[in-house]
C-alpha cells in the first residue's frame, strides 16, 4: 500500500516550457487536491477534484490545468512554466464518504523554472 | 490568500517542556485541522476538531477550538527530538463533496535536547 505517489520527485524547466505532474493514490479515496508550498508558506490548493471526472479550480488555479484520468490518478499540467511556479507541489487525497476526512499528502514535486 | 495566521513563527524549547502554538483564521469552517511537516516531506496529519468540539486529545496533542473567537490551539505535552518540524493549522470547508483546506503560515518547531 503505496499511499500517494507522485512523479518526478524534482524537475528543472526554462520558462516557456511545458510538463505535467503525475499523482497516484491506491487508497480507494474520492477526493485528491493538488496544492503548493513556497518557501516558508504554508500550502495553497490549486485544483481539486470531488470525485472521478470532476475538477474545480482552488485558491491559485492561474497557469495550470489537471485532469482527473481516473479514480487513481490526477494529474497536474503547466503549459508554458513561468519563473514564479518555482516550488514544491504536493498531491493529496481523502475520503470524504467517511470521517475522520483526513488528506494524506504525497512526497512532493521540487520544480525549479529558470 | 492564507486564512490562517499562526503564532508564533517559530518556537524553541528543551526536550521535555510543553510547546503551544497557536492559529487564528477569519471565516466559518466545518473543521480545523494541525499537521505536520518534518524538513523537505510532506504533510502528516495530527489531528482533527470539528466546529461544535471545544478540545480533542490524541495521545501527548491537545486542540482547542474556539469558534467566537475564530482561534484555536495546538498543544504538545513532553516534547521529544521527534517532534521538530513544521506545523501547520487548516481551516476546512466542505463544498460539493470536497474538503477544501486553507493553511497557515506555519510553526517552526525545534525540540532542543
Known amino acids: 500500500n503505496a499511499g500517494v505517489t507522485q512523479t518526478p520527485k524534482f524537475q528543472v524547466l526554462k520558462t516557456g516550457q511545458s510538463m505535467t505532474l503525475q499523482c497516484a493514490q491506491d487508497m480507494n479515496h474520492n477526493s485528491m487536491y493538488w496544492y503548493r508550498q513556497d518557501p516558508g508558506m504554508g500550502l495553497r490548493l490549486i485544483y481539486y477534484s470531488a470525485s472521478e471526472g470532476t475538477t474545480d479550480k482552488g485558491e491559485v488555479p492561474n497557469g495550470y490545468n489537471v485532469s482527473r484520468l481516473n479514480k487513481r490518478e490526477f494529474s497536474l499540467r503547466l503549459e508554458s512554466a513561468a519563473p514564479s511556479q518555482t516550488s514544491v507541489y504536493f498531491c493529496?487525497?481523502?475520503?470524504?464518504?467517511?470521517?475522520?476526512?483526513?488528506?494524506?499528502f504525497g512526497p512532493g514535486t521540487r520544480l525549479t523554472v529558470t | 490568500s492564507q486564512q490562517g495566521e499562526e503564532d508564533p513563527q517559530a518556537l524553541s524549547i528543551q526536550e521535555g517542556e510543553n510547546a503551544t502554538m497557536n492559529c487564528s483564521y477569519k471565516t466559518s469552517i466545518n473543521n480545523l485541522q494541525w499537521y505536520r511537516q518534518n524538513s523537505g516531506r510532506g504533510l502528516v496529519h495530527l489531528i482533527l476538531i470539528r466546529s461544535n468540539e471545544r478540545e480533542k486529545h490524541s495521545g501527548r496533542l491537545r486542540v482547542t477550538l474556539d469558534t467566537s473567537k475564530k482561534s484555536s490551539s495546538l498543544l504538545i505535552t513532553a516534547s521529544r527530538a521527534a517532534d521538530t518540524a513544521s506545523y501547520f493549522c487548516?481551516?476546512?470547508?466542505?463544498?460539493?463533496?470536497?474538503?477544501?483546506?486553507?493553511f497557515g503560515q506555519g510553526t517552526r518547531l525545534t525540540i532542543n535536547p
Open positions: 493529496a487525497s481523502s475520503d470524504q464518504r467517511t470521517p475522520p476526512y483526513e488528506q494524506y
Open positions: 487548516a481551516t476546512a470547508r466542505l463544498i460539493q463533496g470536497a474538503q477544501k483546506l486553507v
